[in-house]
């Protein structure tokens, strides 16, 4: 008996310890008003513990909880089912280009933490919750191509935070409310409801007596917009900074596991040793399968024809074998004092670094007059010159290219980072260090270069001029290096990446900023669409803010308060799920 006890108290226990989170079984509610005619929440199973693996779901990761919400393009019919007020830390609620009916429902007000509502392109109807304003940290709304009607609700002019508001084609009607963050939107957030008038529309509102009418909303005191602007940066810090809690905390976890396996990599390095009286031939893990003789020979027979580039540390050649393998090599000009020994041990262990995302270092030859460092030749150059050597008609490459490129790269920093034993700072990360293969697949280079070739006290006087704008303040002041000031180079090259500007562009520097502090100011002032190049014609809103946010976050003054480089990481991956029109149809094509 004591024991039929035992056990079934046992099993009540375990059964507890294996259910499905609250916000799962809220999740479960969801699905089941919805049409999932492709199946794509398949994986949404109430026998899981929790939802955070699930299809199009993103969890905090230190308690389970749902951050994020993304199954754009998915063909989901049905309506959103009232249960997604139990999701009450959920930030990112992303349902465009589906086929949802029936209403907005109210309860949606109900998770406050909401940031992102993209509900494009649905046949949503009714109006837009009353109580709207109580999502106070909400930064985008997108509600554009619904069914949409009825008065636009002042309470949306509360939402300090608002940056992006689009409620075009659909049959809002009345007074466009002309205060709070209502009245920094143009007419451009409001096209195709031909019943909508105020000031934002430049169309006067009428009674039917043909007079304009009294403005219903002009009791609400215009001061609060003078207030705004500090309001929003407060309030965006103060998020951020939680955020960046949250995840330090699981990343300190993570990485403790991490460094465990990260010590055993460094297995030995097989090398061939070629030695001549003076000339040497080092290659890294049998990575160059030529004949020593064939590889020096051509080595030494580079010259000024071959020439594809040069850089800080010396020119780079081309290097083209007998059966056309082509590597790039580069010769290096000066070098630190110090024994032979030590250069090429410390080579050896940047030769023992692969990832897909950086530059492989294959072999290190020594002949009489010089040094040379031999790489994968990659086809298309580098980021700097796709990105400035064209003109300003022409697009060099699309927003999802550049997408690709931003994930590529921080991929390359963070194994550096976090995955290499000791690790490695970059140092001199730039647009003219991540060059490009004929996928445009990004690969990171010179890591670890810097280091070996220049001397710490002579750091200032090496900035070469191109790697001024991406230098931490706290880097320039001390010459001290750390992971955090790579982060802040990445961060300028996501601007890079964003504005197809160089950080020492005319354009800030002229108004005495640099780059960091003009987005600063233009998302001070709105001006989200002046930020992004204007050759990038596919550039959607939704991957653009991500990016600026994770921009704003590595280019934080305080390094303390700047993100590791895996955080950067996970953020890009989580939030970069949401594919834009244009990977839409790539995708469709795939399915055909
Ligand atoms: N592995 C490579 N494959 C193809 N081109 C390269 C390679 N490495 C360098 N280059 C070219 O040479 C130029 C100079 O390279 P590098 O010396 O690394 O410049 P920097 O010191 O400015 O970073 C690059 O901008 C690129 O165009
Ligand atoms: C789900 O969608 C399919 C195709 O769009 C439709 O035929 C079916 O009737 C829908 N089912 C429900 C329950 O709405
Ligand atoms: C609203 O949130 C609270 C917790 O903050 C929760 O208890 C409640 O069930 C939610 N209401 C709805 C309608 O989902
Ligand atoms: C949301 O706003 C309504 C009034 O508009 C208020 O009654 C309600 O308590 C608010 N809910 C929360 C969770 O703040
Ligand atoms: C608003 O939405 C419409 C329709 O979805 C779109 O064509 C338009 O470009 C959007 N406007 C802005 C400013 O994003
Ligand atoms: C929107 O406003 C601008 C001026 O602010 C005007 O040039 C443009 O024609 C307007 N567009 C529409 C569709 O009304």
């Known amino acids: 008996m004591k024991w039929a006890v035992f056990v079934l108290v046992f099993s009540v226990i375990s059964a507890v310890s294996l259910a499905l989170t609250e916000d799962g079984l809220a999740l479960l509610e969801l699905k089941s008003t919805l049409n999932d005619t492709r199946n794509v929440l398949g994986n949404w199973q109430a026998t899981d513990e929790t939802p955070c693996k699930w299809t199009g779901i993103a969890c905090y990761p230190q308690d389970q909880r749902v951050s994020s919400i993304n199954l754009p393009y998915m063909q989901l019919g049905g309506i959103i089912s009232p249960s997604i007020g139990k999701l009450t830390r959920l930030q990112r609620l992303a349902l465009h280009q589906n086929s949802l009916h029936g209403i907005i429902p109210n309860e949606i007000t109900n998770c406050t933490a909401l940031k992102a509502i993209y509900l494009r392109a649905n046949y949503l109807q009714g109006g837009i919750p009353a109580s709207i304003g109580n999502l106070s940290h909400l930064t985008i709304l997108d509600l554009s191509s619904n069914l949409l009607k009825g008065a636009i609700p002042s309470a949306v002019g509360r939402l300090t935070h608002?940056?992006?508001?689009?409620?075009?084609?659909?049959?809002?009607?009345?007074?466009?409310?002309?205060?709070?963050?209502?009245?920094?939107?143009?007419?451009?957030?409001?096209?195709?409801n031909s019943d909508l008038c105020g000031r934002q529309v430049q169309k006067p509102c009428r009674t039917s007596l043909g007079f304009p009418a009294v403005l219903p909303h002009a009791a609400i005191p215009a001061k609060r917009s003078s207030h705004y602007v500090k309001g929003v940066l407060i309030g965006v810090m103060s998020t951020l900074a939680i955020m960046l809690v949250v995840l330090l905390a699981f990343l300190w976890i993570c990485l403790l596991s991490k460094k465990e396996r990260a010590v055993k990599k460094y297995t030995e390095v097989k090398k061939q040793v070629h030695?001549?009286?003076?000339?040497?031939?080092?290659?890294?893990?049998?990575?160059?399968?030529?004949?020593?003789?064939?590889?020096?020979?051509?080595?030494?027979?580079?010259?000024?024809?071959?020439?594809?580039?040069?850089?800080?540390?010396?020119?780079?050649?081309?290097?083209?074998?007998?059966?056309?393998?082509?590597?790039?090599?580069?010769?290096?000009?000066?070098?630190?004092?110090?024994?032979?020994?030590?250069?090429?041990?410390?080579?050896?262990?940047?030769?023992?670094?692969?990832?897909?995302?950086?530059?492989?270092?294959?072999?290190?030859?020594?002949?009489?007059?010089?040094?040379?460092?031999?790489?994968?030749?990659?086809?298309?150059?580098?980021?700097?010159?796709?990105?400035?050597?064209?003109?300003?008609?022409e697009c060099p490459l699309t927003w999802n290219a550049r997408l690709k490129i931003a994930l590529g790269s921080a991929r390359g920093l963070a194994y550096l980072h976090h995955d290499c034993s000791p690790k490695i700072i970059h140092r001199d990360i730039k647009s003219s260090n991540i060059l490009l293969d004929e996928h445009l697949e990004p690969h990171v280079s010179d890591f670890g270069l810097a280091k070996l070739l220049v001397d710490e006290d002579a750091h200032v006087t090496t900035v070469v001029a191109g790697t001024f704008g991406y230098l931490a303040p706290e880097y320039l002041q001390s010459g001290i290096a750390t992971e955090k000031s790579d982060v802040y180079s990445f961060g300028v090259l996501l601007l890079e990446l964003v504005t197809g500007k160089r950080p020492t562009d005319p354009t800030f520097v002229k108004r005495g900023l640099n780059v960091v502090g003009w987005m600063n100011t233009l998302l001070r002032e709105n001006r989200l669409e002046d930020i992004v190049d204007k050759r990038c014609k596919d550039a959607c809103i939704e991957t653009v803010e991500i990016i600026l946010e994770v921009a704003a976050r590595c280019t934080d003054a305080n390094p303390e308060d700047r993100p590791t480089m895996s955080q950067v990481l996970q953020l890009l991956e989580q939030e970069l799920m949401s594919p834009c029109p244009s990977d839409f149809y790539e995708s469709q094509s795939d399915y055909s």
């Open 275 to 393: 030695q001549e009286a003076s000339t040497k031939l080092i290659t890294f893990h049998g990575d160059l399968p030529y004949p020593s003789c064939e590889i020096i020979e051509k080595l030494e027979s580079l010259d000024e024809e071959d020439v594809v580039g040069s850089g800080g540390f010396g020119t780079v050649y081309r290097m083209v074998m007998n059966d056309c393998g082509t590597f790039a090599v580069k010769r290096i000009d000066r070098s630190r004092e110090g024994s032979d020994q030590v250069f090429e041990r410390e080579l050896e262990i940047l030769g023992s670094i692969k990832h897909i995302n950086l530059v492989n270092l294959r072999g290190y030859c020594r002949l009489p007059m010089s040094k040379l460092l031999i790489y994968d030749y990659l086809a298309m150059g580098s980021l700097d010159d796709i990105l400035h050597e064209h003109g300003q008609e």
């Open 162 to 192: 608002l940056r992006h508001l689009n409620l075009s084609t659909n049959f809002f009607s009345g007074e466009i409310p002309d205060f709070g963050a209502l009245s920094t939107f143009g007419n451009i957030s409001f096209i195709g």
